[in-house]
Each structure stands twice: as C-alpha cells, then as structure tokens.
C-alpha cells in the first residue's frame, strides 16, 4: 500500500493511462479487474458514447476506474456533470489548464488527478487542489510537452518541489521501468503503449501489430511549434513533417490533422494515411497480451529487480 | 563490487564523462581520487595539449583514470599511440565508428569503452570488442543520437539485446537518478553535467554559473538534422536555430559553427556568443560543488533511496 493504491482503492500502483481510440470500457475494466485503475479514455468519444462506455466498465467490473478528460476536446461542463451522474468518482483531466474545473469537480466529491509535462504545470495542478499528478516524460506518446523533459529528469524535478503523490508517465511499459520510476521518488505509474497493445485495447489490430513492430527510432515528436505530439513514423508523420519544412501555417496543419486522422490510423486501422500515437517504449514491446497478463508481468518484474537492486553492493 | 568498479579497479561504478572545455586533469584526477574514474575529455585539445593534461594527472592521482577520445576529431593514431605511449589504459571512444580503433587498442592491452545512443551501435561496439558501453540518452547535454530515444527507453533496449557491462549516461546527476539506471539494468553511470558544474571543472566561472540557473526548458537539442546537440537557449542557440529555420545548407552551419564557438562558450564564457553544452539535468544542479562531494552526495543518496525503495511493499 501507498499513497497512489489509497487514494484509489486499488492493488497495484499502476494506472492505465486514458488514450483515444484504444482505451474503452474493455480496456478499463480488464485493467481494474487485474488491480490495476483502468481509465476510459472520453478524448475520442462523444457524450453519449462515453455514457454507454461507463455503464458497460461498471457492470464489467466492481472495481473502482476512472475517466480521462482532455479540457481541450471537453470544454464544457456537460460532460463532467453527466460522469458524476453515473456515478464515477474518479477524474483524470489533461491538455488544459488545471484552476479551470479541479475546485468544481473537488466539490462534488470526486478524486482529481491532472497530467503534466513540465514542474510549471505541476505546481499549478498543486495550488488548483488536484489529488495527484501524472507527469509524462517526452518519451511517451501522443499530447507532450515543449520543453521535451524526459520522465528522468522530470520526475525528481517535481519531486523535489511538490508533496502530492506523483504517477510517472512516459517510457515506462515494464516492471524495471516501474522500478526505475519509484527510485526516482514516483508512487504510481501511468502506463499507456504497452495497454494500447493489449488484447482489450479497442485500437485496430492493425495499429497493434505496428505497434509491437515499432523498433527504436520508429516514434518521433511531431508538430513541435503546434503542438507537440509522439507518433510512428508512417506517411501521415512525413506528410506534416514536409508541411512543417514548407514554413506552413497552422491553418494548413488543422486541415491536414483534425480528429479524423486518429481515428483513421488507431481505430480504422489505416496505418499510412493515419496518425498513430505510442510513446518509444514501443521498441519494448513485442507482444499483444491480455490486461491482466500484463500487469502480472510489471508486477513480477517489479519485484525481481527489487531483489536485485538490493544485492547491489553500493 | 561490481562488473564496471572490477573493470575500471574503481570504488564506486560512477564515470565523469569525457566534457571538451571543462575535463581537463584537475577535475580528472579530483573524480578518481575520490573513488570514481575520471575521464580528460581529449576534444577540444591538440595531442601536445593532451598529452601534459595526461602528466599532470598522473602525478595528481595514484589512481585509474582515462581518457575520452571523439574519434570525429582524433581521425589519426598518432594520438592513440601518445596516449599509449605516455600509460593510460583506459579509453572511451565516441562519435565515430567503434570497429575503427577497438581491436588495435585491445591489442595493445588497453580497456575499451564506446559511447553510443542507439542499440544499433550498441550491437556493433560489442561485435568490434569494447569491454563496456556507455549509452547516453536523448537528455545528454552535447552531441546526441538522431533516434531521440531517452535514458529510460535506451538502457533496457540495450540490456535486453548485450551481455557487456552497460553504463548509463544522460539524464544522471544524483543518487536516485544512478540507482534508477540501476533498476533498469545499468551497471554504471557516466556523469556529465554535474562535474561540468564542479569546482575542478575548467568550465568558465560564467558558464557554470549558467548551468546551475539553467531551468527547466531551458535546453534543447539543436541541429537536428546535421549532428544533434543539446545546448542551452542563449543568442547563439537561437542564431543556429534561425538558420535551421531558413533552410540553409550545411556550410552555412559550418561557418557558424567550428569548433571556436564552443571554446568561446565554455572555456571564455561569452554566454550569448559561444556554444553552451550542458544535458537537461541541468535543471536540477543548484551549487557548484568540489567533485568528491558530489561523488560523496551521489553515493549517499543512492544508498538511502535504496533503502526506500526496499522499503516499498509491493
């Protein structure tokens, strides 16, 4: 037990992290029925679908999981008030400005956590009132921070400066990664590729063989002036990385990107002409599993290192 | 005791990298006096330069140290063969190809270590005989690998793949960032920037004093695309990144560039004209220390965060 399994009333300290495309209820439920906290993540599905998300996550699991909000697609409160409706007590907002809903959503009762990429924002989700922090490393991918911090370095930065529990996100897909987060001073993980690759993931299974496939180099930040994001290296990431030789403008880059790529590349399974978000952990992982094998795995490994380590006679 | 303290006949597995303009003999010698192994960084020295830094060091150490040698820049053996000629056995070698000098110098009964940023040319310094690697992630200050790959994702890629002896570089500044490495199957790390910040350094009192205000952000790689190098954001940082934008060719670069501009950073200490290299973990240096009491800080947190980590009951 510590401070990240209280706070959510789980097993393991490991959180899956919320991804468009690829983390529905399927994902969510096998990740919290393994002991894990599965998140939905609500960036790609409208209201309505979200809603048949979390009912189905609750008849599949009566273990506690939570939502993924990205303030940049969900700017109003319709969605929030509709989550605390169904009765889902935990919120997981990113890509935004934390002072704008952590008070409101603290209020009703819930567990806020908000995911940063830099100390400033750290602090700011601090002082708005958030419940704990995911901070993610340039390595992971998808949504990244401009200062292109790697969890290794960010991590004992925020550390150092803010007492609440801190979950690494970004490299981190093992136990030995795991491992690696909570010498760092970390008390959860937030893991996403490796989940994305999962049997229960909703991402197309062509997406997951190209994920496993994905070696060392094969992810790059993208649209780093726009905004900054990790994809695989596929015809979509050069056709924006020409645009953005061309001294492009960013009207050029929204006709070009749109939610309609994503979708494309990670859930219709069109690996050339869609975006396709993982993190470089990719180069990792060589095999899709089920949830729950996964989470055996990190935590078996976990523990072996941890012996290890300790033998180390230093 | 372990495969890097044996190899090196060390106290403690931590590594002062090799830093052109701040790694001459006194921070060498400072490093292995106090249990480590210290490297003169040969880079930015003509081989008369290097070979005095060598004498001087041997009679202000009874201990190993070594020599780091840029093969981009050492492209003839008559530097090899001084080296070997004035007794030190231990040599880095980096930016450049690893079958080049590797059999000759082990031949010559030298220990061999190759710097490295991808698992590619992990593999290929083990088939050419190093005795260990260094591989140094995407948040290593200096030259950098194209592939971006971070510390976190770089070290279990390598480890997965090598039997080699494996030391950690980038990223790496204090105890709990050696014993994640450790966690991820390092075992060693190569420090950098810290010692470019000590008080044995020849860095320019001007630039240390940069590094420990550098903050977050506050470097970033540049030259993407001709050599990757991570500086700090000064007017010469931006000049580089002018150029970058307006497309120009590489001899623009070139005259920019040269060697001159990292002598007038680091050695002179013009802070906007010169070139400034320091990694990411710059951020978390805050005084500059003398180099056995950052030696002394590193391995007492290591200890203590170890003990933590035991602690853990997961």
Chains 1, 2 share one sequence.
């Not at 037990?1 to 300290?13: C, K």
């Not at 596929?234 to 960013?250: C, I, P, R, T, Y």
Request: hydrophobic content about 45%; aromatic content about 6%.
């Amino acid at each position: 037990m510590n401070r990240i399994t209280d706070l959510f009333n789980i097993q393991y300290p490991i959180i899956q992290g919320g991804m468009i495309w690829c983390s529905g209820w399927e994902l969510a439920a096998a990740v919290s029925n393994a002991g894990g906290l599965g998140l939905i993540g609500s960036g790609s599905m409208k209201p309505e679908v979200l809603k048949e998300h979390i009912r189905k996550c609750k008849l599949a699991t009566p273990k506690p999981f939570g939502i993924n909000v990205p303030l940049l697609f969900h700017g109003n409160d319709d969605i929030f008030r509709m989550i605390i409706d169904e009765g889902v007590d935990i919120i997981f907002t990113s890509a935004g400005n934390p002072a704008k809903w952590t008070a409101f959503l603290k209020q009703k009762g819930l567990t806020v956590v908000h995911v940063v990429a830099n100390l400033k924002s750290a602090k700011k989700s601090e002082d708005a009132g958030v419940d704990a922090i995911v901070a993610e490393g340039f390595e992971a991918g998808g949504h990244n921070g401009k200062e292109e911090t790697t969890t290794l370095v960010l991590i004992p930065l925020i550390k150092e400066q803010l007492n609440i529990p801190l979950i690494a996100a970004g490299g981190v897909g093992t136990g030995k990664g795991m491992l690696a987060a909570f010498a760092l001073g970390a008390e959860g993980v937030q893991i996403g590729s490796r989940f994305a690759a999962s049997q229960e993931s909703s991402a197309h299974d062509n997406f997951k063989k190209r994920i496993i496939e994905t070696e060392e180099g094969g992810t790059m930040l993208s649209l780093k002036k726009l905004m900054p994001v990790r994809l695989i290296r596929n015809k979509f990431f050069h056709d924006v990385e020409m645009l953005e030789n061309m001294g492009a403008q960013s009207e050029k880059f929204e006709e070009l990107l749109g939610k309609g790529r994503a979708k494309l590349g990670m859930f219709e399974g069109n690996l050339d002409e869609g975006e396709l978000e993982i993190g470089q952990i990719a180069a990792l992982i060589k095999e899709i599993k089920p949830a729950s094998k996964i989470i055996d795995e990190i935590m078996q490994e976990f523990k072996t290192a941890k012996l290890e380590l300790i033998n180390i006679a230093f």
